[in-house]
């Protein structure tokens, strides 16, 4: 069945370093979803691509969906201690989440 | 203000009960949704809603059951046949079922069995 892998699993990061979670599906996908959900929390959407080779931004955010609408990232700029939680992607055609990348940001 | 209202926050079962979570909106979306979260997992789709008396079950439906009456509503039983209930549970809502809505989530319903 359609699978959405999402890697790495964690990543600790100095603040000020750069992160990077990728997300590859099985299939492709029609649209892609990203949100992040704080420790204690719940998901909050933070952005969706749809067309291949997207590229959007937001502040110190980018994400990317691959040429194949089958894999997409989002990478953080100096990274913030705001910037601690999990970032799940969501892959569309059938609703899938992945795992997720739990992040922690060491001072 | 708009959101999604789940309770209760914190639910205790005990062996062999079925036990109902909440979740009300008033966002006038369409669609809503049933997630079970568990550590170092993703969300995992129980059930959802496209629209008023209809719902379909998501990847992991056994041992839980849905009822959709009212736009508003969508609540959620965690039946004694789900062997293992202990989990967080979101519930969510966009305005359709089609995957270009944003999904808005509630605080979660944390369930642990006693």
């Known amino acids: 069945g359609q699978q959405v892998m999402q890697i790495p699993q964690y990543q600790h990061v100095q603040e000020g370093e750069d992160f990077t979670t990728y997300c590859n599906s099985s299939t492709t996908l029609s649209n892609i979803q990203w949100y992040k959900q704080r420790p204690g929390g719940h998901p909050v959407f933070l952005i969706q691509l749809v067309k291949s080779g997207e590229v959007k931004k937001q502040k110190r955010l980018t994400f990317q969906f691959g040429e194949a609408k089958k894999n997409s990232s989002l990478h953080i700029t100096a990274t913030q201690t705001t910037d601690v939680g999990t970032y799940f992607c969501a892959g569309w055609g059938k609703i899938i989440f992945g795992k997720g990348t739990r992040l922690h940001i060491l001072p | 203000d708009g959101g999604i209202t789940q309770s209760p926050k914190y639910l205790f079962r005990k062996e062999g009960q079925n036990v109902t979570l909440s979740c009300e909106q008033n966002l006038n979306h369409d669609a809503m949704y049933w997630y079970r979260q568990d550590p170092g997992q993703g969300l995992r789709l129980i059930y959802y809603s496209q629209i008023v008396n209809d719902f379909q079950k998501g990847d992991i439906a056994e041992g839980y059951s849905v009822s959709r009456e009212k736009k508003e509503s969508f609540p959620l039983t965690v039946t004694s046949a789900q062997k293992n209930p202990t989990a967080f549970y979101l519930c969510?809502?966009?305005?359709?079922?089609?995957?270009?809505?944003?999904?808005?989530f509630g605080d979660g319903t944390r369930l642990s069995i006693l």
């Open positions: 969510a809502s966009s305005r359709g079922i089609r995957g270009n809505q944003p999904q808005h």
